[in-house]
């Protein structure tokens, strides 16, 4: 028997695909454009917006003779043991392939924003914390891990990572972005792909584009972002995710920018995306993002309209589960509505991924791995260096941290003795489980209660809840002030319950109106200081919070950005000194609640200033963070200050650890724009290096800065690197400035392309011992 050329390896994967294609039905071909969610609850909370309304009945065993394009969140919708899930996808994938002509399996996806989301598996730190780290290649490896763990359980795709730049920290969804700048996204995001993808792993970046700015911190609101800060902020972490990270699919976001819905605008998923960016792999639909085009939307009046609308764009993928790619589409296109061109064109998309993930080989099998482990001793040590590295140590004035080992502390607060405060609304058991209350969490997750207790047996700990996270009863309040009062210090842990659409304070939907903390915190907090007893503010959050209203009056402030299953005893850690904090802010933490949007990405009129009464300045800027031990940086050295819009500029310094114990030092490179043919920042960053060093430990680090790095949009639209003035700012923080290099950039104005450069290159070019 002869064996069809779409089945033979050896031939070029377009060539296979081409043959297939050929030979295809239009029901067959539209088959690889959907998913199907078995098991999707379409009563009650769901964990996509408006799910209940947007999920449609359909016959499995009618549906798979045809083909399929993908399953959905096998894992991720209800509880169940990895082992048997995996067998249950197994099983599944069996029936799909005998079911249809060709015998194609699906592409399996699920969610992967915090580890993978599924019942047993490691509970990751959230993406801010990945920022608050300044460390890719920790997060790479993470990546790397949560890719194994997926393709262990037959998943092919990863709906992450999430590379929306925050715009305004009200919002949810801010625990599931890397922070509000757009190259410490995009750094950070890059190397999350390329670890979820060198274990072949489909890595999905979303939302594209805007999704963060929507107007009032609204989930879905309308984005009025301008040209400029849509191309030099919101696009700049997507295109080196591309570049860079090498990521095969890409989400369409809900949102529309200037009246035009992401999911519907060609602009953006075709022109952008595969004209200019080159973009070869496949663009699918956000949760019922295509029928909303519809529904909510109303640029469509029908399900065959959306569809439409959506394939001119360039969405190839309805994803969670057919509605209008299905039988609306398969109409329109015998009647004549719809070109089968748009059908085959996102069919060959899907297929040639497909072949890339060797689901058209002869051989491909289903059968999961043996056995699972989901949360392996390794995973937990990884999660637990990432929390450690995330901590971030706002303010310790007078040195009160680390604690006395024998104090007598009293803990207070709503988060301290709850295992789900250390998770974001996309770790499984915040995700799902709550619908599930009988089921167990499936993981270890220490509270900060129980890793301080063990982390300091020697010292008496109490404890009082004072309030809950989101409850206005302030009865709790005379426990714990009458348990502050009895204690050396106060250790208060205040914070978010992340959940989905207002069933949190942080999380998708979960949106605020000001930077207050959430429910009664702030007032206990006012009666915990009111004490005297010096009171340390732990903050385990999903978004910055103002804090200026205790500015000057605690001992100490940490904050930690839903660091995961190992939270507990990282944070804990960093609490007895046997952790020495390193984190750094991604965000900027606001002095008042009010006020926003506002993050550090402004121009002058943006800044404080005498035109208005209000000033936005932060109480902590981003890039902050502080640690046990102390630092030196001295011996800057640059070429020469002169360079040409296409020419280079090196700046080295020598960093050492001047303290008594070993720590982490992160220096960061800024870039002020005195003078442009537009507004700029006032600062951004463009480069970043973390240092760990021993005690007296020195390391030499060189910044590449190439010119490209100062480009921007001009009046025209157009990316441009102009001559003038430059400086180059090596820092802590944005406001924390150690050494300024002035540069002169001289000659033509020069437009740059889609080979521009992204990247400042760092290297520790020497490593110097105690002395």
Not at 122 to 147: C, H, K, N, Q
Not at 154 to 183: C, F, N, S
Request: aromatic share 6%; with cysteine; charged share 20%.
């Amino acid at each position: 028997m002869t064996t069809a050329s779409w089945r033979d390896p050896a031939l070029p994967a377009a060539a296979r695909v081409d043959d297939l294609l050929a030979r295809m039905t239009l029901e067959e071909k539209t088959a690889q454009l959907y998913g199907v969610w078995v098991g999707a609850d379409t009563d009650g909370d769901g964990v996509a917006p408006l799910q209940s309304e947007m999920t449609s009945a359909y016959d499995w065993d009618e549906l798979i003779t045809h083909g399929l394009g993908q399953l959905t969140r096998s894992f991720g919708t209800a509880p169940v043991d990895p082992a048997l899930g995996a067998q249950a996808l197994a099983r599944a994938q069996r029936r799909i392939t005998a079911a249809g002509r060709f015998g194609i399996p699906a592409v399996a996806h699920e969610e992967c924003l915090a580890g993978f989301t599924t019942w047993g598996a490691t509970a990751y730190p959230v993406p801010l914390a990945w920022g608050a780290s300044f460390d890719p290649p920790l997060v790479e490896e993470m990546g790397r891990r949560i890719g194994r763990d997926l393709r262990a359980a037959g998943v092919h795709q990863g709906l992450a990572p999430v590379l929306d730049v925050v715009r305004d920290p009200r919002w949810g969804r801010v625990e599931e972005t890397i922070g509000e700048d757009p190259y410490l996204v995009g750094t950070v995001g890059s190397a999350y792909v390329r670890g979820l993808e060198s274990a072949g792993v489909v890595a999905t970046l979303k939302h594209f584009a805007g999704y963060a700015s929507s107007a009032g911190a609204r989930n879905l609101a309308p984005v009025r972002a301008g040209v400029r800060e849509f191309a030099d902020v919101t696009l700049v972490p997507f295109e080196m995710a591309l570049r860079e990270g090498g990521a095969r699919s890409v989400m369409a976001a809900y949102t529309d920018t200037d009246g035009v819905p992401a999911s519907g605008d060609p602009g953006l998923l075709t022109q952008l995306l595969r004209d200019t960016w080159q973009f070869e792999g496949t663009v699918v639909a956000d949760y019922f993002g295509i029928g909303f085009l519809q529904t909510l939307h109303r640029v469509a009046g029908t399900p065959a309209e959306a569809a439409h609308t959506a394939l001119v764009a360039g969405i190839d993928v309805e994803l969670p589960t057919l509605k209008c790619y299905g039988t609306p589409l398969l109409d329109a296109v015998r009647d004549g509505t719809v070109p089968e061109a748009l059908i085959d064109r996102a069919a060959r998309r899907v297929l040639l991924q497909k072949c890339a993930l060797g689901l058209l080989d002869e051989d491909w099998s289903p059968e999961p791995a043996a056995p699972i482990d989901l949360d392996s001793t390794a995973n937990r040590a990884l999660a637990r260096q990432l929390a450690e590295e995330s901590v971030v140590l706002l303010d310790n004035p007078d040195g009160l941290l680390p604690l006395s080992p024998d104090a007598r502390i009293a803990v207070v607060g709503p988060r301290a003795a709850d295992a789900l405060a250390m998770l974001g609304c996309y770790s499984f058991p915040s995700h799902v489980l709550p619908r599930h209350p009988e089921v167990p969490l499936g993981i270890d997750i220490p509270t900060l209660l129980d890793s301080l207790r063990a982390e300091l047996p020697d010292a008496k700990v109490t404890f009082a809840e004072g309030c809950a996270v989101s409850d206005p009863d302030p009865a709790g309040f005379a426990e714990a002030v009458a348990r502050t009062a009895e204690a050396d210090v106060c250790v208060a842990v205040l914070g978010d319950r992340a959940g989905l659409f207002g069933r949190g304070t942080s999380g998708e939907g979960c949106d605020v109106t000001d930077l207050r903390l959430p429910g009664v915190q702030g007032a206990l907090l006012d009666a915990l200081v009111a004490t005297g007893v010096p009171v340390v503010l732990v903050l385990l959050t999903g978004r910055p919070y103002a804090l200026g209203r205790w500015d000057g009056r605690l001992a100490a402030v940490v904050q930690a950005f839903f660091p995961g299953e190992e939270g507990g005893p990282a944070v804990a850690g960093v609490l007895s000194g046997r952790v020495n904090p390193s984190g750094r802010l991604p965000v900027s933490v606001p002095r008042l609640p009010g006020g926003q949007p506002w993050t550090y990405l402004q121009p002058p009129l943006g800044l404080a200033g005498e035109v208005s009464n209000l000033d936005p300045t932060p109480l902590f800027p981003f890039g902050h963070g502080t640690s046990y031990t102390t630092f030196c940086w001295n011996d800057v050295e640059g070429t020469d200050p002169e360079i040409g819009t296409d020419g280079s500029y090196e700046v080295a310094l020598t960093v050492r650890n001047t303290g008594e114990r070993a720590g982490a030092e992160v220096v960061q490179l800024y870039l002020h724009d005195p003078v442009a043919s537009v507004t700029r920042p006032d600062v951004r960053l463009i480069g970043y290096r973390r240092l760990a060093l021993g005690p007296g430990e020195a390391a030499r680090v060189r910044f590449t800065f190439h010119a490209d790095l100062s480009a921007f949009t001009d009046r025209t639209g157009t990316r441009v690197v102009e001559p003038g003035a430059l400086e180059l700012r090596l820092a802590a923080s944005t406001t924390d400035v150690r050494h300024t290099s002035h540069l002169t950039v001289t000659g033509p104005v020069r437009q740059l392309g889609p080979d521009r450069r992204l990247l400042c290159e760092t290297e520790v070019t020497e490593v110097l011992g105690a002395g």
